[in-house]
């Protein structure tokens, strides 16, 4: 994502930052102008230049635990910022595990709501609307073993379910490895487990089957069977000339989220490109304000997928060839085919509208 600079002394920080190490004032990150601020001592006023602006600020509650550098700036009673607001359930943190991995999935979370924010899709908690809303549930298998199983990742009507593990590095690439996948990342989960809640938004809600069917397929396949179809037979072959992920060809609403995510991974490695000066000479459209010599586009609100996709395959192609002069696997290991961008054609055509 975007590079971002304290506000105090203007040295360059990260998203993930809560401290300044040049003039050692505490961070936090304000989510409706999508900066990085400092706070005074009190961490109750935003330092700019060393002068203390008026009005008061206050913190996000899970920042306390290490778990959030967001500040709530809407007198929100529940204390949470509009990231931390959207939980229903957390882990029990006195266990340092459940701690350790909490806080790397609440970072990876607020990777995600920034690119929500960002395109500025629909949010409604869980509050809001109890049936509909979009929530986290962030549970730990059971000691005990009640018999219940795992805990599995999923979404059921905007409650997204993620087990905690996840946030174990090692204990995802084991997962990773026995499931047979390239690439699997918490950002990774978020963004594939909220497409769902998008499709029932911006799909669903709209009534938008039709232009949907025409690109993914009929979702009212039955989807507990094509799950146990792709769970014990595999993928179709020839998967890789229609599909983004083997995922991707169990069940429409898969394909629909697997797309999704990916569009996410484009637009914000993108922009983090960018920030870093990364030049992939994008072409320029007509209807595109001309490009500053600093920068060079902005993916969030670029209004084409074609030169979304212009940008992202040389980009790509670098990267690659980068992490194997290192000894490394593809960093980026997906081939676009042509009926893929045109799903990410879809998708990009939905989020904009």
């Known amino acids: 994502m975007r590079l971002f600079s304290c506000s105090n002394c203007s040295n360059v920080v990260h998203f993930e930052n809560d ?12 989510s409706t102008s999508l900066d990085m601020v400092a706070l005074d001592g009190s961490g109750t006023h935003v330092l700019n230049k060393g002068i203390t602006e008026t009005g008061s600020v206050r913190p996000c509650a899970n920042a306390a635990l290490g778990g959030c550098n967001w500040l709530v700036e809407d007198e929100d009673a529940s ?17 340092p595990e459940n701690l350790q991995n909490w806080q790397r999935i609440e970072l990876a979370k607020r990777g995600l709501f920034y690119s929500i924010l960002r395109f500025r899709l629909p949010l409604v908690t869980r509050t809001a609307d109890p049936e509909q809303g ?148 994008p072409d320029v459209e007509a209807d595109v304000p001309a490009i500053e010599l600093k920068r060079t586009f902005d993916s969030y609100g670029i209004g084409s997928a074609g030169a979304l996709i212009r940008a992202w395959v040389p980009l790509t192609l670098a990267i690659n060839s980068i992490n194997r002069s290192m000894g490394q696997p593809d960093l980026y290991p997906f081939v676009l085919s042509e009926p893929v961008i045109g799903k990410l054609h879809y998708i990009h055509g939905l989020i904009r509208s």
Do not use: M, Q
Request: charged share 25%; proline share 4%.
């Open 134 to 281: 979009l929530g986290f549930e962030f549970l730990a298998d059971d000691p005990a073993d009640s018999g219940d199983g795992p805990v599995l990742t999923g979404h059921a009507d905007g409650l997204i379910t993620l087990n905690i593990v996840e946030g174990s590095d090692a204990e995802r690439e084991a997962r990773r490895v026995a499931l047979g996948e390239p690439f699997r990342t918490l950002l990774g989960h978020f963004r594939h487990e909220v497409a769902h809640y998008y499709w029932n938004v911006l799909v669903r809600d709209r009534n938008a089957f039709e232009a949907f069917r025409s690109v993914f397929g009929d979702e009212r396949a039955d989807y507990g069977e094509a799950l146990k179809r792709h769970y014990a037979e595999g993928p179709p072959l020839g998967w890789e000339n229609s599909f983004i992920s083997a995922y991707a060809a169990s069940h429409p609403w898969e394909d629909f989220a697997e797309t999704f995510a990916h569009y996410f991974h484009i637009v914000d490695a993108l922009d983090t490109a960018d920030a870093f000066g990364l030049r992939t000479n």
């Open 79 to 95: 204390g949470f910022c509009v990231a931390c607001r959207h939980n229903v359930t957390i882990p029990d943190l006195s266990v």
């Open 19 to 30: 401290g300044c190490v040049t003039c050692g004032a505490r961070l936090a990150f304000r």
